[in-house]
């Protein structure tokens, strides 16, 4: 029923750039805030980014501020984070996620794209 597919992960040099996509379906997306989360070797799942359902306001971790992009497109369902100036310790599995704005014990998970940064 309730599906959140990435896509757009891959392997990049550090500073280079990669847009990910999440693609959603199966529920009211303009009702849900849409979170990227990210997942590191050995390390704990992180909140990268979040975009409101309803104001459209924008989180980001500290780490990528002025470099992460986070967006929207409800006509599409849809949620994006553009990620330029990559560095290597932005390499991890990308998850998208999202929480229903009017029951927060609705929460989904896509199934993760890979990001590498290496020379």
């Known amino acids: 029923q309730v599906q959140l597919v990435e896509s757009g992960g891959g392997f990049v040099q550090p500073g280079g750039s990669l847009r990910l996509s999440c693609a959603a379906s199966g529920f009211t997306f303009s009702g849900h805030v849409m979170r990227w989360y990210r997942q590191a070797p050995g390390k704990q799942r992180e909140l990268v980014a979040a975009?409101?359902?309803?104001?459209?306001?924008?989180n980001y971790a500290d780490s990528v501020k002025g470099r992460f992009t986070i967006s929207r497109d409800d006509a599409k369902n849809t949620v994006d984070l553009q990620m330029n100036n990559l560095k290597p310790e932005d390499t991890a599995v990308y998850y998208c996620?999202?929480?229903?704005?009017?029951?927060?014990?609705?929460?989904?998970w896509g199934q993760g794209t890979q990001v590498t940064v290496s020379s």
């Open positions: 996620n999202a929480i229903r704005l009017s029951n927060f014990n609705y929460n989904y």
């Open positions: 975009i409101s359902g309803t104001s459209g306001s924008t």
